[in-house]
T-cell receptor, first 114, second 112 residues
Framework: AQSVTQLGSHVSVSEGALVLLRCNYS??????LFWYVQYPNQGLQLLLK??????LVKGINGFEAEFKKSETSFHLTKPSAHMSDAAEYFC????????????FGAGTRLAVHP | DAGITQSPRHKVTETGTPVTLRCHQT?????MYWYRQDPGHGLRLIHY???????DKGEVSDGYSVSRSKTEDFLLTLESATSSQTSVYFC???????????FGPGTRLTVL
C-alpha cells in the first residue's frame, strides 16, 4: 500500500531563511505527487504538483519541489521565507492506476519568526 | 477558487444521533470526495463518487454512508454519531480521474 512520510511535524524558520519541508513516499511505480497548503480555519489549496516531465516543479507563492525517483522524495523548498508562509503543509500521492485517491502525509506545520 | 460549499460549517451533536453533511459544487466536476482531518493523520478518504449514484469506499468508511443523486451534491451521513467521529470534514472535487483535487472550506463536527 502507498504511504507518505513527512519528516518533522513542526518546522520553524526565520523570515528570509530557506524553507525545506521533506516528503518521502512509498510506491511501486512513480505516482502523481502534490503539495497542499492549509491556512488556519481554511480548506486545502494546491501549491504544486508533479505528474510527468520535468522533475523540478514550480508552484505558487515562490515554492518549488523536486521529484527524485531514486530517493522516492518530493521535498518542498522556498528560498526565502515570508511571515505569510506560516501554515500547515501536506504532501500527497496519487496512484497512477485506478481512481484518483489521494494519500496524505500527516502534515508539517511551518512557523516563521521575525 | 473552485465553487465548493459545505454545510453546515460547524455542528455540535450528541452521541447516537444521525448527522448529514452536504457538499455542493458549481463546477460540474464528475469526481467528489469526502475526507476527515485529524491531528497526526493528515486527511483520510472516507468515500468518493465517480458519477451520479456511483460511489465507493475509502480507507475509513466504517460508520459513514454517502449519496449522490445530482452532479452538484454529495452527502455524507453518520447514521449514529460517535465521539470518535469528532473531526473536521472536507469535501473535494476533481474534473477528471487522477486530476487535481480542489477542497471545500470544511465542516467542524463535534460529537458529545
Amino acid at each position: 500500500a502507498q504511504s507518505v512520510t513527512q519528516l518533522g511535524s513542526h518546522v520553524s524558520v526565520s523570515e528570509g531563511a530557506l524553507v525545506l519541508l521533506r516528503c518521502n513516499y512509498s510506491s511501486s511505480v512513480p505516482p502523481y505527487l502534490f503539495w497542499y497548503v492549509q491556512y488556519p480555519n481554511q480548506g486545502l489549496q494546491l501549491l504544486l504538483k508533479y505528474t510527468t516531465g520535468a522533475t523540478l516543479v514550480k508552484g505558487i507563492n515562490g515554492f518549488e519541489a523536486e521529484f527524485k525517483k531514486s530517493e522516492t522524495s518530493f521535498h518542498l523548498t522556498k528560498p526565502s521565507a515570508h511571515m505569510s508562509d506560516a501554515a500547515e503543509y501536506f504532501c500527497a500521492v496519487s496512484d497512477r492506476g485506478g481512481y484518483n485517491k489521494l494519500i496524505f502525509g500527516a502534515g508539517t506545520r511551518l512557523a516563521v519568526h521575525p | 477558487d473552485a465553487g465548493i460549499t459545505q454545510s453546515p460549517r460547524h455542528k455540535v451533536t450528541e452521541t447516537g444521533t444521525p448527522v448529514t453533511l452536504r457538499c455542493h459544487q458549481t463546477e460540474n466536476h464528475r469526481y467528489m470526495y469526502w475526507y476527515r482531518q485529524d491531528p497526526g493523520h493528515g486527511l483520510r478518504l472516507i468515500h468518493y463518487s465517480y458519477g451520479v449514484k456511483d460511489t465507493d469506499k475509502g480507507e475509513v468508511s466504517d460508520g459513514y454512508s454517502v449519496s449522490r443523486s445530482k452532479t452538484e451534491d454529495f452527502l455524507l451521513t453518520l447514521e449514529s454519531a460517535t465521539s470518535s467521529q469528532t473531526s473536521v470534514y472536507f469535501c473535494a472535487i476533481s474534473e477528471r480521474e487522477r486530476d487535481t483535487q480542489y477542497f471545500g472550506p470544511g465542516t467542524r463536527l463535534t460529537v458529545l
